[in-house]
């Protein structure tokens, strides 16, 4: 059993940054692939940015490339989503999740097996 804490969500402006974190406890994320996932008010959960803790594979939306960068920590078992450039439709509860996966990177949330709490992100313009 895997449980995930998330933090690091708040209040900032358009073109502002955030670094949210995810901390594992039970195990560790070993042969896991980890996947951020958002949702905003009124629409479905939706997929961020997906990691393979084995090789540091990556995955990210096209909504978010090049402004969001997945990474982790192994002595803390962190995984980390650095947020720049945060737009207005970036607003959302943001979800971790993970699933045994050692060498492919899930997009749809069925996939996993284990979530955290969320954090909210909201980005004022």
């Known amino acids: 059993q895997v449980q995930l804490v998330e933090s690091g969500g708040g209040l900032v402006q358009a073109g502002g940054s955030l670094k949210l974190s995810c901390a594992a406890s039970g195990r560790t994320f070993s042969n896991y692939a980890v996947g951020w996932f958002r949702q905003a008010p009124g629409k479905e959960r939706e997929f961020v940015a997906g990691f393979t803790w084995n090789d540091g594979s990556t995955s990210y939306a096209d909504a978010v490339k090049g402004r969001f960068t997945i990474s982790k920590d192994n002595a803390k078992n962190t995984v980390y989503l650095q947020m720049i450039s945060l737009k207005p439709e970036d607003t959302a509860v943001y979800y971790c999740?993970?699933?045994?996966?050692?060498?492919?990177?899930?997009?749809?949330?069925?996939?996993?097996?284990?979530w955290g709490q969320g954090t909210q992100v909201t980005v004022s313009s």
């Open positions: 999740a993970a699933v045994v996966r050692r060498w492919s990177i899930p997009t749809n949330e069925q996939s996993y097996a284990y």
